[in-house]
């Protein structure tokens, strides 16, 4: 099986040290606090983890799983909660943690979702964030790396199921000719 031409963007130790400045940087901010960390699944779970475990403060840490659906008038994304919550964040300092903002509708509904139950604070980190795709402005307090307008696989982040074990962050050149399978509707936008 052939694979498609990956062009490597950040190696694991750039990606390591990333996680640990955007890890020192929250807990200078909290410090005396215990922030909820929420990590959307799925393609955040692999930075989640490793940001969770650069912190030096307690965290309480929670899960969402949310699904862009794309309509076919332009504009007509709408996002569906798959798995919510499971605590109350009422009152606490939350953190959204995010793999990637791209045309930043997943990010909105989640901050506006999140808003409504009535958080201390609410910040948004992203690993990445693809500005060339924003739709809707969403503010990024703790942003790990800016990246082009390309599809992006490893630590996490997959294309159909696959690549989400590869060490490094890879800019997929061309998804569409790989003998990998790919599925019929490519991972949304996030």
């Given at each position: 099986m052939q694979e498609p031409q990956l062009t490597p963007l950040f190696s694991p130790d750039e990606?390591?040290?990333k996680v640990?400045?955007?890890?020192?940087?929250?807990a200078r901010d909290f410090q005396g606090q215990e922030p909820v960390l929420i990590c959307v699944l799925q393609g955040?779970?692999?930075f989640f983890a490793d940001l969770v475990r650069e912190l030096s403060l307690p965290v309480h840490c929670d899960f969402i799983q949310a699904s862009l659906?794309?309509?076919?008038?332009?504009?007509s994304e709408r996002v569906e909660i798959v798995?919510?919550?499971?605590?109350?964040?009422g009152g606490r300092p939350v953190i959204i943690v995010e793999d990637i903002v791209d045309s930043g509708r997943t990010a909105r509904t989640l901050l506006d979702r999140f808003a409504a139950r009535n958080p201390k604070e609410l910040h948004l980190c992203s690993l990445l964030d693809k500005p060339l795709r924003r739709k809707i402005e969403v503010p990024i307090r703790y942003r790990g790396f800016v990246v082009p307008d390309r599809f992006i696989v490893g630590y996490?982040?997959?294309?159909?199921?696959?690549y989400r074990n590869r060490p490094g962050l890879w800019s997929l050149d061309d998804p569409t000719t790989s003998d990998r399978p790919v599925p019929a509707h490519p991972p949304p936008p996030r």
């Open positions: 990606i390591a040290s640990r400045e955007i890890g020192a940087e929250i955040a779970f692999v659906y794309e309509g076919g008038v332009e504009g798995r919510d919550l499971g605590s109350e964040i996490g982040l997959d294309l159909g199921g696959y």
